[in-house]
């Protein structure tokens, strides 16, 4: 059975840093493109990052690009998401999804607040 | 970037009753490959994430009642609840998993008259 779980949401400052995790179990990692899923607290979905299953190929939303970096250890099956230079408007619960053509598999999600 | 236009914004429906929601995409999403659209439906209920109904915008995903049905039109996209229940109370979304950004619409919430 997959399972993907996320970790490392919190409250940070406007400004701040945060990694996030999502560890993964299930199937081969390795072998599937991963991506982040955003939701802002009553809003949609918002499409964030995905990465390659080798770590190869990276692509971002504009919203995001140049502050957030995916990154994955294929080796301890995790998937990263760095956010710096947080705004308060990053505020959301962050999901981490697998990728079989689609979105086939989600994480419950961890919230991200970015308030002073 | 594609643009993924749903409508309408909210839908209130009797149960037993049919639903249907539209979503456009701002340019084609036909994979040549297997010429099917890269287009998915997901609903997610409040505290939950979303969960896969259709994808290939016509292929009900394993394990979903055979009311949620998908259709296709050029760029013009229908899910369709064939008689709503009480559990279909929820925001459905549509996205395109054709090109980055993969694009969702802004959601439609759907409610029981």
């Known amino acids: 059975e997959v399972q993907l779980v996320e970790s490392g949401g919190m409250l940070v400052q406007p400004g701040g840093s945060l990694r996030l995790s999502c560890a993964a179990s299930g199937f081969t990692f390795s072998s599937f493109w991963m991506h982040w899923v955003r939701q802002a607290p009553g809003k949609g979905l918002v499409w964030v990052s995905h990465?390659?299953?080798?770590?190869?190929?990276?692509n971002y939303a504009d919203s995001v690009k140049g502050r957030f970096t995916i990154s994955r250890d294929n080796a301890e099956n995790t998937l990263y998401l760095q956010m710096n230079s947080l705004r308060a408007e990053d505020t959301a619960v962050y999901y981490c999804?697998?990728?079989?053509?689609?979105?086939?598999?989600w994480g419950q999600g961890t919230l991200v607040t970015v308030s002073s | 970037d594609i643009v993924m236009t749903q409508s309408p914004d909210s839908l209130a429906v009797s149960l037993g009753e049919r639903a249907t929601i539209n979503c456009k995409s701002s340019q084609s999403v036909l994979y040549s490959s297997n010429n099917k659209n890269r287009l998915v439906w997901y609903q997610q209920k409040p505290g939950q994430p979303p969960k896969v109904l259709i994808a290939w915008a016509s292929t009900r995903e394993s394990g979903v009642p055979d009311r949620f049905s998908g259709s296709v039109s050029g760029t013009d996209f229908t899910l369709t609840i064939s008689s709503l229940q009480a559990e279909d109370v929820a925001v459905y979304y549509c996205?395109?998993?054709?090109?980055?950004?993969?694009?969702f619409g802004q959601g439609t919430k759907l409610e029981i008259k």
């Open positions: 996205q395109q998993h054709y090109s980055p950004p993969y694009t």
């Open positions: 990465i390659k299953g080798d770590g190869t190929i990276t």
């Open positions: 999804a697998k990728d079989s053509w689609y979105l086939n598999s």
